[in-house]
């Protein structure tokens, strides 16, 4: 098992993942998410033993900040739809899983590494964890899910304030609106998860894998492969160009609506 970014420790069959870009804040280039398609579609299936897994990031800063802004240079609308699909096709490797996967969040969770949060099954937040959706302030809209996920967690009503304001919000609200597991002190996000996986690794595992098959199938699929095809759309756009270029050089951005 080599990987470019994504650090694997197996403690006794619960396998911890850590994203490890701390100095772009785990930003998904595109060697991690090569990483996670590794892992979750080829190597975790011949780990002896696997209870369960635990997604987190490296440093004490951020768990994901998001697709990586800087790979957003001269993308067109065909590589928009390959590398949001692809996204897509990561994140259901996650969320259809049959063990179960869980994000410990030790700080930022944006954009994709929100996105990355809602495809685990649960999720635990350190206290200073920051979680939003701001592809709006880039001029596109979420590419890996977060159209569809975040309404299933905190329904439409909040999911499109999130959507379209590209606001931030603390544990404290991401919990009272039910995206949230638990929320506990930093340092004690793994811990936690740990706790949780071992609890469920003494129920049946077929029961489990079952109880991931018939919640996951209640959700259609056919939101994700719209908001693939508009993704690709925002990507055509001057206001994309305008939005990461701004994201880069530091300053603010003047859309024009073109
Ligand atoms: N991509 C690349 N680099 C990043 C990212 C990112 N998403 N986030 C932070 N960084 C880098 C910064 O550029 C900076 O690098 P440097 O030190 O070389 O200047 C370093 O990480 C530290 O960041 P800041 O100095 O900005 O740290 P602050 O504490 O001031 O701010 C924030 C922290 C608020 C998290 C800020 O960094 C931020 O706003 N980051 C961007 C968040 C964002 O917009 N995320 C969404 C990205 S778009 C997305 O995820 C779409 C998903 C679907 C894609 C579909 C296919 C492409």
Same mark, same amino acid.
Do not use: V, Y
């Given at each position: 098992m080599q990987y470019e970014n994504l650090l694997v420790e197996n403690r006794d069959g619960i396998v911890v993942l850590t994203i490890n870009r701390p100095k772009a804040l785990n930003a998904l280039n595109r060697g991690t998410l090569a990483d996670l398609r590794q892992f979750f %579609? #080829?190597?975790? +299936?011949?780990? @002896?033993g696997l209870k369960g897994v635990i997604i987190t990031g490296a %440093?004490? #800063?951020?768990f994901v900040a998001g697709a990586?802004?800087? @790979?957003?240079? %001269? +993308?067109d609308a065909q590589a928009g739809l390959d590398m949001s699909q692809n996204g897509h096709d990561i994140f259901f490797l996650i969320e259809k899983f049959t063990k179960p996967v869980i994000a410990a969040v030790n700080g930022f969770a944006l954009g994709g590494g929100c996105e990355l949060a809602m495809s685990c099954h649960l999720r635990i937040a350190v206290e200073k964890a920051r979680f939003g959706q701001p592809e709006v302030n880039l001029g596109i809209i979420p590419g890996y899910g977060g159209t569809q996920r975040l309404i299933q967690y905190i329904g439409k009503t909040k999911a499109l304030e999130l959507l379209m304001t590209g606001d931030m919000i603390g544990v404290e609200e991401a919990y009272r609106l039910g995206l949230l597991n638990h929320v506990v002190p930093a340092g004690e996000e793994v811990n936690k998860a740990m706790e949780i996986l071992t609890k469920i690794a003494a129920k049946a595992p077929i029961a489990i894998q079952k109880v991931i098959e018939c919640v996951n199938t209640y959700f259609s699929a056919e939101g994700f492969r719209r908001e693939v095809i508009e993704f690709a759309n925002t990507v055509k756009t001057e206001d994309f160009k305008e939005g990461a270029a701004a994201f880069l050089e530091k300053r603010a951005p003047k859309f024009q609506g073109k």
């Open positions: %579609g #080829k190597d975790a +299936l011949t780990i @002896e %440093g004490d #800063k951020s990586d802004i800087s @790979e957003f240079n %001269g +993308l």
